[in-house]
């Protein structure tokens, strides 16, 4: 049985459960499943059900004309379910679906010091409670047909280009492979033109705001100073940036426990020819300096990347499941 408290909250991570069809009784059935129950199908709902399900009991005895039992042959206890303790925060859960209201997208939140998640919110979302009672055929056309996908996971399985949240990477690789140094200072200029003067690109403000440092480009989101940086590396080898963006977390799975993900697109040299079929181009680098181009990252992996420079610079799976237990275990 279930009874989902919360309703919605966190539904992508709970996921929910649906009846066995007659195809996985083939395969449940040795199991202790029968017409009519419910297994998991989405979420940790799927991912962990032998776990949460536990097992049936049962008596093998003969029985009196009476109904009564005669003789017990042999008796198999029941098994609970284990518990399952994850480190998401209702509370933090609740508030940032509500920052995030009816707008299509996600937020993430996490804890450095442990990299344990404590929301992962996607809208919109459903409500796992409905698929117990029962969706009617209208609800759940309406779920499976809705444009705005409400089961797409979006925190683990939307990916987006990461804009400026990127150019933390483009600013490592280049104080360590690109030749610039804290000191160093480049020109934060309303237009670019260092692949030439047939291919200008604007900063995202007008003003000319000098010549920074490498750390006053990442405070100004300078698009100047990590197109510089980006072409640099370029010309030291092409690689360099998507190693740093590999290095960073991005173009694979985090590891989150249990859950699916997209792993992305961190392009590079090799990946421009397999799919697009065509060489890879210095402009290729630049707009990957400032999240562009091809790249394609999910939000978690953005938040995973953050909280490992927050936590000192070393990548961790980020930590959902913190503990399985018997029931009512301490």
Known sequence: QRVYPFGSA????????????????????????REGDKV?????EGEFDEVLTGERGGTLATITPEG????????????PGKDIQLAIDVGVQKTAEAALGERVGSIVVMDPRDNSVLALASYPRFDPNAFIRGLTTEEFNGLTNDPRQPFLHRPLLATYPPGST?????LAAGLERGGFSPGST????PVWTGLGPDFPKNNWQSVDRGYLTPAEGLMASCNPVFYEMALALDHVDENVLPEFARAFGY??????????????????PKWKEQNRGEPWYSG???NMGIGQGFLEVTP??????????AGGGVLRKPLLVKRIAEPGGA
């Open 251 to 268: 173009g694979q799975p985090t590891g989150i426990n249990a859950l699916d993900e997209a792993p992305g697109v961190v392009p590079d």
């Open 166 to 170: 990127f150019k933390v990477v483009t």
């Open 68 to 79: 009564s039992i005669a003789r017990t042959i042999a008796e198999k206890l029941s098994r």
């Open 40 to 44: 998991g199908a989405f979420g940790l």
């Open 300 to 309: 978690l992996q953005i938040a995973n990347a953050y909280s490992a420079i």
């Open 186 to 189: 480049i020109h934060c200029s």
């Open 284 to 286: 290729d680098s630049v």
């Open 10 to 33: 966190a539904a992508h991570v709970l996921g929910y459960l649906t009846e066995v069809t007659a195809e996985q009784l083939k395969e449940l059935a040795p199991k202790g499943y």
